[in-house]
């Protein structure tokens, strides 16, 4: 099985920084896009930024220029720093990963896996 473990969470005042952490585990083959979501409650689930294997990013408009998709492919990692934060940054942060893995009868299927979440709160 696969497991993504969000970490880097926490309560941060305006114009902070965090740095998120999103670490892959498991019977994994290859990784492909990792990306980054957010949910704040009452609002839907909105993507915050993805990055290809290759390394080509995507950001939402809204996190532009304060935010910095990254991975490292040897550590199956995918990291988020985030700058200049602002209170409608608050948010629960899903990660997730496009990954084949490979079965015991050497068969490969690709599916999309998702961490649990982290939180991060941006108030003074």
């Known amino acids: 099985q696969v497991q993504l473990v969000e970490s880097g969470g926490g309560l941060v005042q305006p114009g902070g920084s965090l740095r998120l952490s999103c670490a892959a585990s498991g019977s994994i083959s290859s990784i492909h896009a990792m990306a980054w979501y957010r949910q704040a409650p009452g609002k839907q689930r909105e993507l915050v930024a993805s990055?290809?294997?290759?390394?080509?990013?995507n950001y939402a408009d809204s996190v532009k220029g304060r935010f910095t998709i990254s991975r490292d492919n040897a550590k199956n990692t995918v990291y988020l720093q985030m700058n200049s934060l602002k209170p409608e940054d608050t948010a629960v942060y899903l990660c997730?990963?496009?990954?084949?893995?490979?079965?015991?009868?050497?068969?490969?299927?690709?599916?999309?896996?998702w961490g649990q979440g982290t939180q991060v709160t941006v108030s003074s």
């Open positions: 997730n990963a496009d990954i084949t893995i490979t079965t015991m009868t050497s068969m490969k299927y690709e599916y999309r896996y």
């Open positions: 990055i290809t294997s290759g390394g080509s990013t």
